[in-house]
């Protein structure tokens, strides 16, 4: 996904680049959630990038939700292709092997350190 979405700033031109789809939501709330079919799924024909709205009892409110968090999505989606491109931080052979060798010569050094007798205290 390396193309840059166009986001219309009408509600009405968004919702026609979508497909809109309406169910019953489900869980707890009685029986309205099982008589409406007021959930609303939007898929943005272009991107591909889908959308659930079912919080709200009213179709019409999650719609607007849906087509809130589709913005913010897209949104998102373009200002991921203007941040900058990740730097390698791994750490290269040799600087692993020189680490390795200051470890090494590190712990020689401890070794060869004399112990202390404690008659000499």
Request: net charge positive.
């Amino acid at each position: 996904m390396d193309t840059r979405y166009d986001i219309p700033a009408d509600d009405d031109a968004l919702l026609a680049e979508c497909d809109v789809w309406v169910f019953r939501a489900t869980g707890a709330g009685g029986q309205s959630v099982n008589t409406t079919d007021s959930a609303v799924r939007l898929r943005h024909r272009p991107s591909g990038i889908t959308v659930v709205g079912r919080r709200e009892r009213s179709q019409l409110q999650n719609k607007r939700a849906c087509l809130e968090r589709l913005r913010d999505k897209l949104e998102a989606h373009n200002a991921a292709l203007d941040a900058p491109k990740r730097v390698a931080t791994r750490k290269s052979r040799a600087a692993k092997a020189r680490q390795v060798e200051a470890k090494r010569k590190r712990a020689r050094v401890k070794r060869t350190r004399g112990r202390v007798d404690s008659r000499e205290e």
